[in-house]
């Protein structure tokens, strides 16, 4: 009997399994994950659940009862050290082999960590599990001064929900603005505004030096920010160890073909540590987001199942922070021209991103129709003309479906 | 505990009771009612928990937000006078006894 074996479950290994469950797989599913608890979603950690509007029971995948009527082996707290691709077996931290006929490498990411001369500051902490999260969560009952270093989504995400608490928020962003590596100029200024008007203090272009064990936070100007609670967010790094080990090409993440396998075939690897040709991007990258996780999750599970379907979806992303719920379709990195759909200062909009005529990417601002629609047009290749773009008493579910 | 009766494009129904406070999406998710993907996990972002509700309850529903309104606009299926996405139906006991259809497509 066929057997896969998933390492990591987060959203692409949980998607991996009940893909192949639903699929008609008949064989054996093992899930394995390095947390204790059952799976559950990381996205609303720096959002929902540390607001205190989603649970512990709320963000969870599945219910116990799921794994036992789907018959997937879910291992908990069961961490992998080893992988022999001759003879198809991982072995556990533990010394348990566990064979496969098919692996799954949904390995996920590892934050970044500030370093100063070589050495990681104490006092700095990370949000990526649930554990993480409990823990921000009681240390920022009493924190009176929150620093955030990182002026990226989950630095910002955090910095919105600390602000919301009452905390006094410092925000230290190292390039010259907010979430500068994916998103332009306009948007930018539409968070940066808003989170120094909800109160928070945010440090362009500024760069922390060190960290005192009094929580000082040391600028490179010389000036020391008190804190009681650092949280960092500064970009993360593919977990590719096992793989490298393992002998797997690995190369910024773990290098994947159009069907999700490695350089080793009955290998795959999903999610954000799979290093991949986007035909969006039209380049090699890596995607940390869920849509990405799921839908190679689901081309991994169909070529399992005999099916070649090449990973071809459009990437999407999204923030919140306060009342800005941004949504990103498509990639918009290279875009040679942008036309805005709306009115900046009403909050409400959506920016249309071309490279050489053609659309490549949507950004929307509180204009959740506008994205869903933005999915469809790049989905569909459709490149509207700029003119109608702009014109607002054109709707753009037309666009979609006169096509 | 309030319940729910979900019924899947083939017929299939699943009878469900859900803690008061959790969304008509988390109770299909978590107890595999097949046709609700919530691709976002509840965060109002995909148009994918879109749900078709027994009419009976609808003026029991709690009202729609603009953000809802304007997701459902996008999605898949045909939106109809009782589509709701379901991320947004929390249960109460008001609730008890609702029926809700999973669309064609999500």
């Known amino acids: 009997m066929k ?72 291992r908990l707290g069961v961490t992998i050290a080893s992988i022999n ?92 603005r907010l979430m500068e590596r994916v998103l332009p100029e306009v948007i930018s200024k539409v968070f940066y505004e808003t989170h120094i008007q909800k109160g928070a203090k945010v440090y362009l272009g500024a760069c922390v030096n060190g960290i005192q ?14 804190s009681d609670l650092i949280l960092a967010g500064i970009g993360v790094i593919p977990e ?24 080793i075939p009955n290998i795959y690897a999903i999610g954000d540590v799979a290093n991949h040709y986007n035909p969006f991007a039209k380049k090699n990258l ?18 399992i199942l005999g099916k070649a379907v090449p990973y071809n979806a459009v990437p999407w992303f999204w923030t919140f922070q306060y009342h800005l719920k941004l949504q990103m379709a498509g990639i918009s990195l290279g875009y040679d021209d942008y036309v805005v759909r709306g009115d900046t200062a009403s909050g ?38 700029k003119e109608e773009i702009r014109d607002l008493s054109l709707s753009l579910k037309e666009l979609v479906s006169v096509s | 505990m309030p319940s729910i009766t979900y019924i899947e ?14 969304t008509i999406m988390e109770g299909a998710i978590q107890n595999d009612v097949k046709g609700i993907v919530a691709e976002c996990g509840g965060s109002c972002m995909c148009a994918t928990c879109h749900i078709y509700v027994d009419e009976k309850f609808l003026d029991k529903l709690p009202t729609m937000e603009e953000e809802e309104q304007e997701m459902l606009e996008g999605a898949t299926a045909e939106v109809k006078s009782n589509s709701r996405l379901s991320c947004q139906v929390r249960m109460s006991n008001e609730l008890d006894g609702i029926m809700v259809r999973v669309p064609e497509e999500q």
Do not use: M
């Not at chain 1, 064990?213 to 008190?226: F, I, K, Q, R, W």
């Not at chain 1, 590719?240 to 350089?263: D, F, M, P, R």
């Not at chain 1, 050489?356 to 509207?384: Q, T």
């Open chain 1, 348 to 385: 409400k909009f959506s920016i249309y991103y071309y490279k050489e005529g053609k659309l490549i990417g949507v950004d929307s601002l509180n204009k959740p129709a506008d994205h869903l629609n933005a999915r469809k047009l790049l989905e569909l290749g459709i490149h509207p003309a």
């Open chain 1, 240 to 263: 590719t160890q096992l793989a490298k080990e393992a002998g797997i090409i690995c190369e910024n993440g773990i290098v994947v073909n159009e069907l999700q396998q490695t350089s």
């Open chain 1, 3 to 74: 057997k896969v074996v998933v390492i990591g479950a987060g959203h692409g290994g949980v998607q991996v399994a009940a893909s192949l469950r639903d699929e008609g797989f008949e064989g054996e599913i093992v899930l394995i994950s390095e947390e204790k608890e059952l799976p559950y979603q990381k996205p609303p950690l720096s959002k929902g659940f540390l607001q205190g509007k989603q649970t512990e029971v709320s963000i969870l995948f599945r219910s116990e009862q799921y794994y036992v009527s789907n018959a997937i082996d879910l």
């Open chain 1, 213 to 226: 064990d009094n929580g000082d936070v040391v600028l490179s100007t010389g000036e020391a920010l008190p």
């Open chain 2, 9 to 22: 494009t083939n017929g299939t129904s699943h009878n469900i009771e859900l803690p008061l406070g959790a």
């Open chain 1, 286 to 303: 890596r995607l940390e987001s869920v849509q990405n996780a799921v839908d190679q999750a689901k081309t991994a599970a169909a070529h």
């Open chain 1, 85 to 176: 691709p001759k003879e198809n077996y991982i072995s556990t931290v533990n010394g348990e082999k566990i064979d496969f006929t098919y692996l799954i490498l949904a390995t996920g990411a590892a934050n970044r960590k500030l370093r100063f001369d070589g050495k990681e500051p104490k006092n700095v902490y990370y949000l990526r599990t649930l554990s993480d999260a409990k823990w921000i969560g009681q240390q920022l009952e009493s924190a009176n001064n929150v620093v955030i270093v990182g002026g990226g989504f989950i630095g910002l995400e955090l910095a919105a929900l600390a602000v919301e608490k009452g905390k006094k928020v410092t925000v230290i962003e190292a390039q010259s």
